[in-house]
């Protein structure tokens, strides 16, 4: 059909039309059923979580098994229990966060459109204030008219937890803004199964306790969580044990030659570079080159000074970094988590756990050679032992 013509553009107006008549009817008679269901006391639209169609179509609690991996071993949930642990949950005061995470440690998903996910804190704010566990279903103004369905959460435990939620945005309103609690190993582990960070929480108990990130968000890691203590412990034993041999100055006098090795390549740079801005100043004075060139290359040289390694400083710290570190075992003994906190971050910047044990540190850049050195002679030890099988 030629649409250029008169009678075509004529006919495509009337499909247009017919098309819009369809869809508008669609709607009209979408929201006929829709009214006539709430008329019903039936509710419209996709099933919360927890419940499911009944064979009468009025819902009833989701009992289906389903299979879920907790811990690397299959086991068994049914999403109505889920959504009852959930209601307890923020019974106790627990967060939308907190409760999020407690489903999807016990192996829970969301069901809806949207398939099988990990709980948010999202999808637990808009489950736990959902009035249909109670018996109600939405009027379409905004208010709630009695369903047809039983109650699946006793109102008695529903009010709670809307006094708790309460409680926690007045308290949350009220409360002068503060930075998060500071551990001693705060930002600097991380999972060895999954390389994600680890977080640390304070359970109910007031015990700091690890967790694995990923797992957390209700993914795939093998991860055990564990006290922080467990780890803090090693981490002590391995400062307690770092050794700075006495002659260290004689085994590193090779990289305080490379470092001044470098420093004296890095003079030479700045004096040629230097050099260079001297004499671009006099070709702009002389009229040799437009100012636009000019500023364009003057640029160019100071970035490139300014990229250069301040290796002098380095050398001069050497023995300052080897003092702090022969003592700083004894400061983790006496320091509280926030001290700890501050002493970690000048010695590792990265801290890797599997499981309970911490599996490697990686030293910042400055201290690199006094954690080699200290390897090398625990090492060079172990090797002299008689019997090294038995003292591994």
Not at 24 to 46: A, F, I, M, P, V
Request: aromatic content about 10%.
């Amino acid at each position: 059909m030629d649409f250029s013509t008169p009678w075509g553009k004529f006919a495509l107006s009337m499909l247009g039309g017919l098309a819009e008549l369809y869809s508008d009817n669609l709607s009209q008679e979408t929201k006929k059923g829709w009214n006539e269901r709430r008329d019903q006391g039936l509710y419209r639209g996709t099933l919360p979580f927890g419940a499911t169609k009944g064979v009468d179509g009025v819902p009833v609690p989701d009992m289906l098994e389903r299979s879920t991996a907790i811990d690397q071993q299959e086991s068994m949930v049914r999403n109505y229990e889920g959504l009852k642990s959930a209601f307890e949950l923020g019974a106790q005061g627990k967060s939308d966060k907190a409760v999020a995470i407690g489903l999807n440690a016990m192996g829970y998903k969301t069901t809806g459109t949207h398939g099988s996910r990990p709980f948010s804190k999202d999808t637990i704010k808009d489950m736990l204030k959902n009035r249909f566990y109670i018996g109600y279903i939405p009027d379409g103004n905004g208010g709630w008219l009695p369903a047809k369905h039983q109650s699946f959460i006793n109102e008695e435990l529903f009010s709670k937890v809307q006094e708790e939620r309460a409680k926690r945005r007045h308290d949350m309103s009220n409360r002068v803004k503060t930075k998060a609690r500071t551990y001693s190993l705060s930002g600097l582990m991380y999972c060895k199964y999954c390389g994600a960070k680890v977080h640390i929480h304070q359970n109910v108990q007031g015990k700091a306790r690890v967790y694995c990130s990923t797992k957390a968000k209700g993914f795939t890691c093998q991860s055990k969580s564990t006290f922080l203590e467990v780890y803090e412990a090693q981490i002590q034993w391995y400062l307690e044990n770092f050794v700075i041999p006495e002659d260290y100055r004689e085994k590193i006098l090779e990289a305080h030659r490379k470092i001044q090795s470098a420093y004296n390549d890095v003079g030479k740079q700045r004096a040629s570079l230097e050099a260079a801005l001297v004499r671009l100043g006099e070709r702009y004075d002389w009229g040799h080159i437009k100012k636009e060139k000019y500023l364009a290359e003057y640029d160019e040289i100071n970035k490139q000074l300014k990229q250069l390694a301040p290796a002098e400083e380095k050398v001069k710290n050497l023995d300052k970094l080897a003092r702090f570190i022969t003592n700083v075992a004894d400061a983790w003994k006496e320091a509280n988590q926030e001290q700890r906190n501050k002493l970690a971050n000048v010695l590792f910047s990265q801290i890797w756990i599997q499981d309970s044990k911490v599996v490697e540190v990686r030293p910042v850049e400055e201290l690199r050679p006094f954690f080699r050195l200290s390897y090398e002679e625990s090492l060079e030890k172990s090797m002299k032992r008689p019997r090294g099988d038995l003292n591994p």
